[in-house]
């Protein structure tokens, strides 16, 4: 079982920054990748990035705005938002893969709004 927190959500003008942080916790576990959804009011469930032991991977409406990193002696997954759009705006969720299962945190509100 692996437990996700996450944290660093909240309100940003257009052209902002938010930093996002992701800590996993449990008895003994072995974090494969871990990585931010975000889902907008009515709409579904999309991958923003992922970071693997050796790879990262971006959707193409963040790249080059957006930046994930991982402390592994800490179990934890950040993620830099720069520039921050309207349509970022959503609850962002963490996601860690350990063998075959995957867990998701609570979720983190961002909202980008003048």
């Known amino acids: 079982q692996v437990d996700l927190v996450e944290s660093g959500g909240g309100l940003v003008q257009p052209g902002g920054s938010l930093r996002l942080s992701c800590v996993a916790s449990?008895?003994?576990?072995?974090?494969?990748?871990m990585g931010w959804f975000r889902q907008a009011p009515g709409k579904g469930r999309e991958l923003v990035a992922v970071a693997t032991t050796s790879d990262t991977k971006y959707a193409e409406s963040v790249k080059g705005r957006f930046s994930i990193s991982r402390d592994n002696a800490k179990n934890t997954v950040y993620l830099q938002m720069n520039s921050l759009k309207p349509e970022d705006t959503a609850v962002y969720y963490c996601r860690a893969e350990e063998g075959p299962a995957h867990y998701w945190g609570q979720g983190t509100q961002v909202t980008v709004s003048s």
């Open positions: 449990g008895d003994d576990i072995v974090i494969n990748a």
